[in-house]
């Protein structure tokens, strides 16, 4: 068979036995296949093809017939699977329509990035939740052991300080800090200790001395003889007991000493 197709080109009229295009041909066979494939595209559109990278005509007319919107607003970004916590603001909607036509991205091209864009956050609003509960837990662990059993008046007192003085707005902007930041907590119920207990929680009463500040309580009222607790018969001597009491019940909490 080889042999046969050998110097066929030789049957060819001399003009175009030495044309380039037949080079790669190796045999009558191999130039019907290579017409019978021409043929199938004769009648179709054909795609030029641009010059270089800086073609940008050429290159604009190759994304249109791709399929590009003619205007960026052309795009339709679907947000059905959006969740409430990723915001889509219009303004980033018109400057990603922007990019993506820009670039020449077709629509599917562009729903698809914006697809991976609201996984992405969504993994990061994950990711910022989890770290958030750690560090409330971390924060609350800690104001405990510090606090002891002063640990639930003193985030009344705080959260007090922030209605009565800082209103909602304020709370809305110290957030989840309010919640993870002891110190936060502790600034916040030494201001509250400062000012009139019972005036910002409306006559509850609370305990917000720590273990530490108790037994400096029971130290001091011990070191002074003349204090109504020694005395009976003072006025205020059931009101004394009946605080140191409190203070011992801080500093040895369910009676442990």
Not at 82 to 106: C, I, Y
């Amino acid at each position: 068979m080889a042999g046969e197709n050998e110097g066929w080109k030789e049957g060819l009229p001399e003009d175009i036995r030495g044309h380039p295009s037949l080079a790669s041909l190796e045999s009558v066979e191999s130039l019907a296949k290579s017409w019978v494939n021409a043929q199938k595209l004769i009648g179709k559109e054909k795609l030029p093809i641009p010059t270089g990278a800086d073609d940008k005509e050429g290159w604009q007319t190759v994304f249109t017939r791709l399929g590009r919107p003619e205007k960026a607003e052309g795009y339709e970004i679907s947000k059905n699977d959006v969740p409430t916590e990723v915001p889509v603001e219009e303004s980033f909607l018109t400057g990603f329509k922007t990019v993506a036509h820009t670039l020449g991205l077709l629509p599917a091209q562009t729903q698809g990035i914006f697809n991976w864009w609201v996984e992405n956050e969504k993994g990061v609003i994950t990711q910022l939740n989890e770290t958030d509960q750690t560090d409330r837990q971390k924060a609350e662990t800690e104001l405990r052991q510090d606090m002891g059993q002063a640990y639930e008046g003193n985030i009344k007192l705080a959260s007090s300080v922030i209605s009565k003085f800082g209103g909602k707005h304020v709370q809305e902007l110290l957030g989840s800090s309010f919640a993870n930041n002891p110190k936060v907590i502790r600034l916040l119920s030494s201001i509250g200790k400062v000012m009139s207990e019972e005036s910002l929680l409306e006559g509850e009463v609370i305990s917000t001395h720590t273990p530490t500040e108790a037994q400096t309580e029971i130290d001091r009222i011990m070191g002074d003889p003349k204090h109504p607790y020694f005395h009976a018969e003072h006025p205020e001597h059931k009101a004394a007991v009946e605080y140191m009491q409190n203070m011992h019940k801080l500093v040895y909490p369910e009676g442990k000493k």
